[in-house]
T-cell receptor, first 116, second 112 residues
Framework: AQSVAQPEDQVNVAEGNPLTVKCTYS??????LFWYVQYPNRGLQFLLK??????LVKGSYGFEAEFNKSQTSFHLKKPSALVSDSALYFC??????????????FGSGTRLLVRP | NAGVTQTPKFRVLKTGQSMTLLCAQD?????MYWYRQDPGMGLRLIHY???????AKGEVPDGYNVSRLKKQNFLLGLESAAPSQTSVYFC???????????FGSGTRLTVV
C-alpha cells in the first residue's frame, strides 16, 4: 500500500536554531512530493514541492526540502527557526496515477514548536 | 477573491441527523476533493470528482455521499451522522494541467 510516514509527532527547537521535519514515503514510481503547513484554525497552505531536477527545493518563508531518492525521503528544513514557524506540518505525495484521481496522500503531520 | 470556500465553518449535529457541506471554487478547476482530518492520521480522502457530473470513492467513503451537479460546487452529505464522523473536513481543487492544489479553510463538525 502506498503511504507517507512522518515519524515525529512533535519537533521542538529553539528560535534561531536549524530545524528538520522528517518525511519518508512508500510509493511506486517517481511521485511528486509536497509540504503543507497548517496554522491553528486555518486551512492548509502550500510550502513547496518537488517535481524533478535539483534535489534541494526552496519554498515559502525560508523553508527548503531535500529529496533523497535512495532513502525515499523528503525532509523539510530551515536554517534558522522563528517562533512564528510553530504550526502543524504535513508531507504529501502524489503517486504516479494508477487511477484518475491524481490524489494527494498525506502523512500524519508533525507539530513544530519553536520556543523563544 | 479567487479560491475555495467551504460552508459552514462550524457545525454541531446530533447522532442520526443529516447535513450537507458545500465546497465552492471560482477557479474553473476540474478536480475537486473532500478530505477529513483527524489527529494523528493526517488527511484522508473521502470522495473526489474529476469533472462536472462525476464522482468517485476515496479511501474512507463509508457514511458519506457526494454530488457535483455544477463544476464549481462539490457537496458532501452525511445522511445519518455518527460520532465517528466528528472531524475537520477540507475541500481541495485543482486544474487538470496543474500540480497546485488549493484548499479551503475547513469545516469543523462535531457529532454528539
Amino acid at each position: 500500500a502506498q503511504s507517507v510516514a512522518q515519524p515525529e509527532d512533535q519537533v521542538n527547537v529553539a528560535e534561531g536554531n536549524p530545524l528538520t521535519v522528517k518525511c519518508t514515503y512508500s510509493v511506486s514510481g517517481n511521485p511528486y512530493l509536497f509540504w503543507y503547513v497548517q496554522y491553528p484554525n486555518r486551512g492548509l497552505q502550500f510550502l513547496l514541492k518537488y517535481i524533478t531536477g535539483d534535489n534541494l527545493v526552496k519554498g515559502s518563508y525560508g523553508f527548503e526540502a531535500e529529496f533523497n531518492k535512495s532513502q525515499t525521503s523528503f525532509h523539510l528544513k530551515k536554517p534558522s527557526a522563528l517562533v512564528s514557524d510553530s504550526a502543524l506540518y504535513f508531507c504529501a505525495v502524489r503517486p504516479v496515477a494508477l487511477d484518475s484521481s491524481y490524489k494527494l496522500i498525506f502523512g500524519s503531520g508533525t507539530r513544530l514548536l519553536v520556543r523563544p | 477573491n479567487a479560491g475555495v470556500t467551504q460552508t459552514p465553518k462550524f457545525r454541531v449535529l446530533k447522532t442520526g441527523q443529516s447535513m450537507t457541506l458545500l465546497c465552492a471554487q471560482d477557479m474553473n478547476h476540474e478536480y475537486m476533493y473532500w478530505y477529513r482530518q483527524d489527529p494523528g492520521m493526517g488527511l484522508r480522502l473521502i470522495h473526489y470528482s474529476v469533472g462536472e457530473g462525476t464522482t468517485a470513492k476515496g479511501e474512507v467513503p463509508d457514511g458519506y455521499n457526494v454530488s457535483r451537479l455544477k463544476k464549481q460546487n462539490f457537496l458532501l452529505g452525511l445522511e445519518s451522522a455518527a460520532p465517528s464522523q466528528t472531524s475537520v473536513y477540507f475541500c481541495a481543487s485543482r486544474t487538470g494541467q496543474s500540480l497546485d492544489y488549493t484548499f479551503g479553510s475547513g469545516t469543523r463538525l462535531t457529532v454528539v
